[in-house]
DNA sequence: CGAGATGTTCGGCT
DNA sequence: AAGCCGAACATCTC
């Protein structure tokens, strides 16, 4: 389920427990998701520490733990395909696929990932880690220029395009909804290669891009509220879906691995 | 019951 | 040699 939008929102559920001690611990140590870390100094480290306080930034989310009011320690979750985050009573009792677990007084934050594709990372020390510190600009941010962006497409220029959308090093937080989502607006057909853009088709790319995670970020990421009506998200679930500008009945097909969908009229395939 | 799922990583091939 | 592709990961749902 994961990308920009929904690992924000995910990220802010857990902001009821911001400026409170973690009283107890646990994890399954042995599961993917842990990918081996040493259970015992996550749980040292954050027995007894208060969390201080959270960001995200592409599918990755920060969380700073600390003594005193200083940062001392560093989680990262990455929830992969199927985890989340929720909050739990303080009787809540962890269950197979709940990996990760603080209780505070009067609640329990619960990371969960049935399919166990996510992530756990840990850090001690004062500072962010350097994993978190040397993500790539965000869509949204100035440093996401359309110079740079007509760059790394003319770099790619054997990708498709889905396929460079999906490339976490230029896009980070873009996954498969939002690139056909980005893919639609822009009217680009996802097979296209990435070496073959116009200029103005780049400009577009870039426009589409920003949008669709702002906006994304503005009604997925603050509430899980659907996106504005009118946009392709609400047909692509089905291949029976149909283009919300022009009714056409949408095509289906796996581009750069991954179940693609668009609109054959909107996005022809002019070579 | 089999296919496929909103993600990443790795090995192999060009 | 960079970079693309497909398989693998582990489990659940339709």
Same mark, same amino acid.
């Given at each position: 389920?994961?990308?920009?939008?929904?690992?924000?929102?995910?990220?802010?559920?857990?902001?009821?427990?911001?400026?409170?001690?973690?009283?107890?611990?646990?994890?399954?140590?042995?599961?993917?998701?842990?990918?081996? *870390?040493? %259970?015992?100094?996550?749980?040292?480290?954050? =027995?007894?520490?208060? @969390?201080?306080?959270?960001? #995200?930034?592409? /599918?990755?989310?920060?969380?700073?733990?600390?003594?005193?009011?200083?940062?001392?320690?560093?989680?990262?979750?990455?929830?992969?395909?199927?985890?989340?985050?929720?909050?739990?009573?303080?009787?809540?009792?962890?269950?197979?696929?709940?990996?990760?677990?603080?209780?505070?007084?009067?609640?329990?934050?619960?990371?969960?990932?049935?399919?166990?594709?996510?992530?756990?990372?840990?850090?001690?020390?004062?500072?962010?880690?350097?994993?978190?510190?040397? *993500?790539? %600009?965000?869509?949204?941010?100035?440093?996401? =220029?359309?110079?740079? @962006?007509?760059?790394?497409? #003319?770099?790619? /220029?054997?990708?498709?395009i889905k396929?460079?959308?999906?490339?976490?090093?230029?896009?980070?937080?873009?996954?498969?909804?939002?690139a056909d989502e980005i893919l639609w607006r822009a009217r680009l057909n996802p097979q296209r290669?990435?070496?073959?853009l116009t200029?103005a088709e780049s400009k577009t790319l870039w426009h589409e891009s920003?949008a669709v995670?702002?906006?994304?970020?503005?009604?997925?990421?603050?509430?899980?509220?659907?996106?504005?009506?009118?946009?392709f998200?609400?047909?692509?679930?089905?291949?029976?879906?149909?283009c919300p500008r022009c009714?056409q009945?949408i095509k289906?097909?796996?581009?750069?691995?991954?179940?693609?969908?668009w609109c054959p009229k909107c996005q022809p395939e002019n070579?």
């Open positions: 389920m994961p990308e920009l939008a929904e690992v924000e929102y995910y990220r802010k559920l857990w902001d009821v427990g911001v400026g409170t001690r973690v009283l107890r611990v646990a994890l399954h140590a042995d599961k993917r998701p842990l990918r081996g *870390l040493d %259970p015992k100094a996550v749980i040292t480290a954050l =027995t007894g520490s208060t @969390l201080l306080g959270s960001e #995200a930034q592409a /599918k990755q989310m920060l969380f700073c733990f600390g003594r005193r009011g200083k940062p001392t320690a560093w989680l990262g979750i990455h929830l992969g395909m199927t985890g989340h985050l929720r909050v739990e009573p303080s009787s809540f009792t962890p269950e197979k696929h709940d990996h990760l677990v603080f209780w505070q007084a009067g609640r329990a934050l619960v990371f969960t990932d049935p399919r166990q594709f996510g992530r756990i990372r840990f850090d001690e020390g004062g500072s962010p880690p350097l994993w978190w510190t040397t *993500l790539p %600009p965000a869509v949204t941010s100035p440093e996401f =220029t359309v110079d740079r @962006l007509r760059a790394f497409v #003319a770099r790619r /220029k054997k990708s498709t396929g460079a959308l999906l490339m976490q090093e230029f896009f980070p937080g873009v996954g498969n909804w939002m290669h990435s070496g073959n200029p920003r995670c702002r906006i994304a970020l503005e009604t997925v990421g603050v509430d899980f509220k659907d996106p504005p009506a009118g946009w998200f609400h047909v692509r679930w089905s291949p029976k879906g149909s009714r009945p289906t097909a796996t581009v750069a691995g991954r179940t693609t969908r070579r």
